[in-house]
């Protein structure tokens, strides 16, 4: 995996309905479906609605990280209790070429400056290493273990 110090440029937008069909390939991969909370596919009619929705949120923000002029994955943030949860889904078919971390830093910097330095939180399975391994890499720090979940915190005003 490529250093955080040598990573790829991410370009980072927000996302539009236009995004639609690849967010929801990416949701409906079978190792995403295996690592989220919900492992079921979702419908294209069911997934359009929630995107709208999210789109229209205030308490959510959806980023679309974009390298070499294609889109490589998304940032979501939730407003949650203790500041914003964070979670990341890459393009499957760009895993392992180190753009999840190089993406997951670039979103979470531009989301602080952006937003005083809020906490931020974050929630991995247990059985995902590569998750894991990427939020410790951008300064969040185990924070437990519940239910098959590493539960991870980014305190708010810390630059990393």
């Known amino acids: 995996m490529t250093s ?4 790829p440029v991410i370009g980072l937008r927000p996302a539009t309905i236009d ?12 190792v995403t479906r295996a690592m989220s909370r919900d492992h079921g596919a979702v419908e294209r009619d069911v997934h359009r609605r929630w995107l709208e929705s999210a ?11 974009e390298c070499d002029g294609g889109k490589v994955g998304m940032v979501r943030f939730d407003r949650n ?15 392992g070429k180190g753009l999840g971390a190089a993406l997951l830093a670039q979103a979470v910097e531009v989301f602080v400056r952006n937003n005083s ?6 929630t991995v399975r247990a059985d995902n290493p590569a998750s894991r391994k990427i939020f410790a890499a951008c300064g969040f720090r185990p ?18």
């Open 143 to 160: 924070a437990g273990i519940s239910g098959g979940h590493d539960h991870f915190v980014r305190p708010g005003g810390d630059r990393g």
């Open 81 to 95: 209790d203790e500041g914003w949860e964070v979670s990341i889904n890459l393009d499957p078919a760009l895993r």
């Open 4 to 7: 955080l110090q040598e990573r």
């Open 117 to 122: 330095g809020p906490a931020l939180t974050a």
């Open 55 to 65: 789109l229209a949120d205030a308490d959510r923000v959806i980023l679309i990280g």
């Open 19 to 30: 995004d639609c069909d690849d967010l929801l390939t990416w949701r409906n991969d079978p």
